[in-house]
């Protein structure tokens, strides 16, 4: 007797339509997710998988960070506003787990190294660490305009408008969960 109801024509044609949904919604959610994979790989492996992503800079602005607070260290208390704020930007730089978060938190660093450089300048630093000082900021900004002209941008704005913005992907992308991919400004 229970066989009897698998062998209904329309449970068939039911779990038929089920199991069709269903494949259709994993295979969809598959398929976008992997075209936006290799702009995500991008951000953090570079356009040549060199590791030149804006993930790099990323790294290279925190450390240089690191070695401006060591500066700072010499002149200034640890307890001093702008030498805390850089160390709670850079932390929040390292931290910071999604591309959005990534962003906020190297704008803040910015914001934070130059108001401790602008500190610092009213300090009496000795030359090689006014040097090394100016070096610091100057290194920062550069990998900072690397990060502007990196090509992760260009990848992912052309994923949002070209892949899921055309049809059918622009209903699936909201049944089967998948979202656009965050820029980096």
Not at 107 to 116: C, G, H, I, P
Not at 127 to 155: C, F, K, P
Request: glycine fraction near 8%; charged fraction near 25%.
């Amino acid at each position: 007797m229970k066989k009897g109801w698998l062998r209904d024509r329309k449970v068939a044609i039911v779990i038929t339509i089920i199991i069709m949904i269903l494949s259709t919604g994993f295979g969809a959610h598959r398929s976008l997710e992997n075209r936006g994979e290799y702009a995500e790989w991008v951000f953090y492996h570079g356009s040549y998988g060199d590791g030149g992503g804006i993930q790099s800079e990323l790294d290279t602005r925190a450390g240089l960070a690191s070695n401006l607070l060591i500066v700072a260290g010499r002149y200034l208390d640890d307890e001093d506003e702008a030498v805390q704020r850089l160390k709670n930007a850079r932390e929040a730089l390292v931290q910071a787990e999604d591309i959005g978060e990534k962003y906020i938190a190297n704008e803040e660093l910015s914001q934070a190294a130059d108001n401790l450089a602008q500190v610092l300048n009213a300090c009496s630093l000795t030359e090689n660490d006014r040097r090394y000082q100016r070096g610091i900021i100057v290194e920062m900004e550069s990998a900072n305009e690397i990060i502007g002209h990196d090509e992760y941008n260009t990848l992912a704005n052309a994923y949002n408008r070209n892949v899921l913005g055309s049809f059918p992907a622009n209903i699936l992308k909201e049944i089967v969960g998948v979202e656009e991919l965050e820029t980096f400004n």
